[in-house]
């Protein structure tokens, strides 16, 4: 790969994490899901826990070779205009489905996965604006943001003592919450509200994941030898993985408080991930064996927004079963789903059908030509 060409890995390991998405937050019953679908209750990472990390460090990655591409063709001020335009649009986004349907602003949820990847865009992306207009390679100042976001959230969420509590990284108790409870009073998440996977501190932890992101992309688009490119991520990841496991006993790996370890856990396995796919696609040009998950990554956004919008309505649309007014979603299940297949089997059918329904829209697209840029 030469120069800063678009890169075909990005856009499949992108589309991997968005199905990802739809597959761990559409199940057909919360009560029926097979445990690597499920988010660990407080401390460890499942599978399902590897999903946004993995979106954040691809969009690093993608922002790299994004904002390195404009800074030869176009002004800097029209490259810092374009980030905030695209920020402010994936916030609104996200603002719509807190709200959708009934738009309650007094209690509608502020965070939530579009305005993180909103926020977290917006900041990593000046990060790598400044980097790169260091006098030194960009990679230096990156790795230096990345140790001190790690280590600075460490020291602030293990040594500052929580107002009224201590010390203390326990669910609810935390510092994390106590800022989410102090800032966004009414306007966290309904399942918890008394701190937010997507608040404020913890932003500190996904910032970081997209700098791991950026760092991975400053590497790839640099000219040199494919196979030495490969190996160095490779090492990168082992090294993140064993610090991660070594943090993990102090500050423990979890996704709800986007820990440091958590953020090296993370990005060791997406970087052995990544690895894979640019052999994979780029060295062996072997794209085609991954079609489906091309077509959803380049319409990655706009498939997540409507499934969103989608899912909502499932649950919302009444339907007469056995003259019993049920919800749509409801019904379909139990027609179609429930009646053939034992509880857990149901559940991840209608999550693989739920996906499939999806790539079936955005393949239309694909075929049409149609990309929904933001």
């Given at each position: 790969m030469q120069g800063s060409?678009?890169l075909?890995s990005?856009?499949i390991?992108?589309?991997?994490t968005?199905?990802?998405?739809?597959l761990?937050n559409?199940?057909g019953s919360?009560d029926s899901?097979?445990?690597p679908?499920?988010?660990a209750k407080w401390?460890g990472?499942?599978l399902?826990?590897?999903?946004?990390?993995?979106?954040l460090?691809?969009m690093?990655v993608s922002s790299?070779i994004?904002?390195?591409?404009r800074s030869?063709?176009e002004?800097?001020?029209k490259t810092?205009?374009?980030?905030?335009?695209r920020?402010?649009?994936?916030f609104v986004?996200g603002i719509i489905l807190s709200?959708?349907p009934?738009f309650?602003f007094r209690?509608?949820?502020?965070?939530?996965?579009?305005?993180?990847?909103a926020v977290?865009y917006?900041i990593?992306s000046?990060?790598?604006?400044?980097?790169?207009?260091?006098?030194?390679?960009?990679?230096i100042?990156?790795?230096?943001?990345?140790?001190?976001?790690?280590?600075?959230?460490?020291?602030?969420?293990?040594?500052?003592p929580v107002?009224?509590?201590g010390y203390?990284?326990?669910?609810?108790?935390n510092l994390?919450?106590?800022?989410?409870r102090y800032?966004?009073?009414?306007?966290l998440?309904?399942?918890?509200?008394?701190?937010?996977?997507?608040g404020?501190?913890?932003?500190?932890?996904?910032v970081?994941?997209?700098?791991?992101?950026?760092l991975a992309?400053?590497?790839?688009?640099?000219k040199?030898?494919?196979?030495?490119?490969?190996?160095?991520?490779?090492?990168?990841a082992?090294?993140?993985?064993?610090?991660?496991?070594?943090w993990d006993y102090?500050?423990?790996?979890?996704?709800?408080?986007w820990t440091s370890s958590?953020?090296?856990?993370?990005t060791g396995?997406?970087?052995?991930?990544?690895v894979?796919c640019y052999?994979?696609?780029e060295?062996k040009n072997?794209a085609?064996l991954a079609?489906?998950?091309?077509?959803?990554g380049?319409?990655?956004?706009a498939?997540?927004f409507?499934s969103?919008i989608?899912s909502?309505?499932?649950?919302i649309?009444?339907?007469?079963q056995?003259?019993?007014?049920?919800v749509?979603?409801?019904?379909l299940?139990n027609?179609?789903?429930?009646?053939?297949?034992n509880p857990?089997?149901a559940?991840f059918?209608w999550s693989i059908t739920?996906?499939?329904i999806f790539?079936?829209?955005v393949?239309i697209?694909y075929?049409?030509k149609?990309?929904i840029?933001i």
């Amino acid at each position: 790969m030469q120069g800063s060409s678009r890169l075909v890995s990005v856009d499949i390991f992108r589309g991997i994490t968005i199905a990802g998405m739809l597959l761990v937050n559409n199940p057909g019953s919360w009560d029926s899901v097979y445990s690597p679908l499920r988010h660990a209750k407080w401390n460890g990472c499942t599978l399902a826990d590897l999903v946004f990390p993995f979106f954040l460090f691809i969009m690093g990655v993608s922002s790299a070779i994004s904002i390195s591409r404009r800074s030869n063709t176009e002004p800097l001020l029209k490259t810092c205009l374009h980030i905030l335009k695209r920020s402010a649009i994936l916030f609104v986004l996200g603002i719509i489905l807190s709200g959708f349907p009934d738009f309650d602003f007094r209690n509608i949820r502020i965070p939530g996965v579009l305005q993180r990847i909103a926020v977290v865009y917006l900041i990593s992306s000046f990060l790598y604006i400044l980097a790169k207009q260091a006098i030194y390679p960009e990679r230096i100042y990156l790795s230096i943001i990345l140790a001190f976001l790690l280590l600075s959230y460490w020291y602030i969420m293990v040594y500052i003592p929580v107002p009224g509590i201590g010390y203390s990284l326990e669910p609810g108790k935390n510092l994390s919450a106590w800022v989410d409870r102090y800032f966004l009073e009414n306007h966290l998440w309904k399942y918890t509200k008394t701190w937010d996977p997507e608040g404020v501190l913890s932003t500190f932890g996904a910032v970081a994941t997209a700098v791991s992101g950026l760092l991975a992309g400053s590497w790839i688009i640099q000219k040199g030898d494919d196979f030495e490119k490969i190996s160095i991520l490779s090492i990168a990841a082992n090294i993140a993985l064993a610090f991660a496991l070594i943090w993990d006993y102090s500050f423990p790996i979890n996704k709800s408080i986007w820990t440091s370890s958590y953020v090296l856990y993370t990005t060791g396995i997406a970087l052995h991930l990544y690895v894979f796919c640019y052999w994979l696609f780029e060295i062996k040009n072997l794209a085609k064996l991954a079609r489906p998950f091309l077509v959803f990554g380049l319409n990655a956004i706009a498939a997540y927004f409507l499934s969103g919008i989608i899912s909502r309505l499932l649950t919302i649309v009444k339907w007469d079963q056995d003259g019993k007014e049920v919800v749509l979603k409801t019904f379909l299940y139990n027609s179609y789903f429930t009646t053939w297949l034992n509880p857990y089997n149901a559940s991840f059918a209608w999550s693989i059908t739920y996906v499939t329904i999806f790539l079936g829209l955005v393949w239309i697209l694909y075929l049409r030509k149609i990309f929904i840029k933001i």
